[in-house]
């Protein structure tokens, strides 16, 4: 029998293979479907809208059924809606099908979201950042994948159907050993515990949104416009300017491998406040230094620093949001993750305007300064802590120094 902890970690590396195998074949699917620049944005807009219109709802449907069942349902049927991909025939059929993929994956990301911070707790070990490496290594597993697929010549129906299959495996074994189950009917003597505020009246938890919704325009300016930027500001050759996204995700990725003795060491306030700082000074570097090898070391610094703001607001909302008898967290979860998906939303178009408007430089230059907001914005999150608006209880042997 899997643990608990290895079921979540294979649904996060599940979560990221997806993302990573259809949006490696972008191109291909855009041959397929004869979709025009305009066009294509449009279509993948819909994966964004399908995120954040369900965002706000996934964090009570996590409640209401229990995460193991919302996870299995919402993995299954975002692997069965991945072939679609590869049969639609228009533009129009791709951005419906990338709504459906973006409902599912959002009600998937709450979802074990949840569900690692319960394993951490039960547990009790900050596991976290951990769980999101899983993630982070996905999509470098799935967008490998997608190389090799389209180097054989595999269509994206051939591929992408593939990939289903192995998904809906992987979900199959573990689905059982996954936390979250319904709770059911309860006792007679059972008393339940008084729900708290409603995310939206707690001041701590928009702050902590505030922080993730920084970290998502600065990952998706740097995983969306690094190699652009590196071919019409330093002069680098495509496939060299590539190089810069593979650098940021692999540094993401190994950075998060060490989020358990750092928090135990720094605690999570201080590692996100320095996290916060590295990823605007690496964001800065690169924009300033007219030089392409130093704007490599740029990106790879900011994949370095916002490798725990994810993984480390989502736990963090989740003590706030958890009862005195342990339970609860959904909710708070949900509300953060609505906030910080418009940052995805909005950051790319935001990027692209400045660009037009003045140059990528600039617009770059501007995504540094959102990065560094993050440092300030930790620090009121962690006086309002303090101050006990709303005390996350800590890890009995995490430090909780910021």
């Not at 994206?156 to 319904?182: E, K, M, N, Q």
């Not at 910080?340 to 950051?347: C, E, K, N, V």
């Not at 995504?367 to 962690?382: C, D, G, I, R, S």
């Not at 006990?388 to 209880?393: C, F, K, R």
Request: hydrophobic share 55%; glycine share 12%.
């Amino acid at each position: 029998m899997l643990s608990a902890r290895t079921a979540v970690f294979v649904i996060f590396v599940l979560n990221g293979a997806t993302y990573g195998s259809w949006a490696a074949r972008v191109p291909a699917l855009t041959t397929q479907v004869g979709a025009t620049e305009g066009t294509l944005g449009l279509a993948l807009l819909g994966s964004s809208v399908g995120m954040v219109l369900m965002a706000p709802f996934a964090g009570r449907i996590c409640a209401r059924l229990g995460e193991r069942l919302v996870l299995a349902l919402a993995s299954g049927l975002a692997s069965l809606l991945l072939p679609l991909l590869g049969l639609a025939g228009s533009p129009v059929q791709l951005g419906v099908v990338l709504f459906g993929m973006g409902l599912l994956v959002c009600l998937w990301d709450v979802a074990m979201n949840v569900a690692a911070a319960e394993v951490g707790r039960v547990l009790d070990r900050p596991l976290m950042p951990q769980f999101h490496s899983g993630f982070s290594f996905g999509g470098l597993l799935g967008s490998a994948a997608a190389g090799l697929a389209a180097t054989a010549g595999w269509s994206p129906l051939r591929h992408l159907a593939a990939v289903a299959v192995l998904s809906l495996a992987a979900i199959g074994l573990v689905a059982r050993a996954l936390p979250g189950a319904a709770s059911g009917r309860p006792t007679p003597d059972a008393v339940p515990a008084a729900p708290g505020p409603a995310p939206i009246r707690q001041p701590v938890l928009w702050l902590l949104a505030g922080i993730a919704l920084c970290a998502a325009i600065a990952e998706g300016a740097s995983s969306d416009w690094s190699a652009l930027f590196l071919v019409t500001e330093r002069g680098s050759g495509e496939g060299a300017a590539a190089i810069a996204f593979s650098g940021f995700a692999v540094a993401m990725a190994l950075t998060r491998l060490l989020g358990e003795p750092a928090q135990r060491r720094w605690g999570p306030f201080r590692l996100l406040g320095t996290g916060a700082v590295v990823a605007a000074v690496g964001l800065a570097t690169a924009v300033l230094v007219p030089v392409a090898a130093t704007a490599y070391a740029g990106f790879v610094l900011a994949g370095m620093g916002l490798a725990f703001a994810f993984p480390l607001v989502m736990d963090l909302a989740s003590r706030v949001g958890r009862r005195p008898d342990g339970t609860g967290g959904q909710s708070a979860i949900g509300f953060v993750t609505a906030v910080s998906y418009t940052g995805f939303l909005a950051g790319p178009p935001l990027v692209g305007g400045l660009a037009q408007a003045s140059s990528l430089t600039v617009s770059m230059a501007v995504v540094a300064a959102v990065a560094a907001l993050m440092a300030p914005t930790v620090w009121l999150a962690h006086r309002a802590v303090r101050r006990g608006a709303a005390e996350p209880s800590q890890p009995a042997r995490s430090s909780t120094a910021g």
